[in-house]
């Protein structure tokens, strides 16, 4: 059974940084896309970045330049390092892996940046 662990969300300061991690077990951790999304309260889960197995990713407008994706497949962990965060960052951050033939998702992580 795949699992999905985030880690690193928490309360910061506008203009802050933060470092998101997800822990994948019990699967094939280097064949799948890894992701992060976002849903903020009243809100419909938004994709935040993607990386795929062979290391190309994908950001979303907003993110462009201040958040990174990357992925460490000895340890099956993908990360956001998430820089000049911004009130509207605040959301519940989930890790996402799109496997061959279904798709995991993590419990989310709480981000809240402060004005």
């Known amino acids: 059974q795949v699992q999905l662990v985030e880690s690193g969300g928490g309360l910061v300061q506008a203009g802050g940084s933060l470092r998101l991690s997800c822990v994948v077990s019990?699967?094939?951790?280097?064949?799948?896309?890894m992701g992060w999304f976002r849903q903020a309260p009243g809100n419909e889960r938004e994709l935040v970045a993607t990386i795929a197995n062979g290391g190309s990713t994908n950001y979303a407008d907003s993110v462009k330049g201040r958040f990174t994706i990357s992925r460490d497949n000895a340890k099956n962990t993908v990360y956001l390092q998430m820089n000049s965060l911004k009130p509207e960052d605040t959301a519940l951050f989930y890790c996402y892996a799109r496997g061959f033939l279904y798709d995991y998702w993590g419990q989310g992580t709480q981000v809240t940046v402060s004005s």
């Open positions: 019990g699967g094939t951790f280097s064949s799948y896309t």
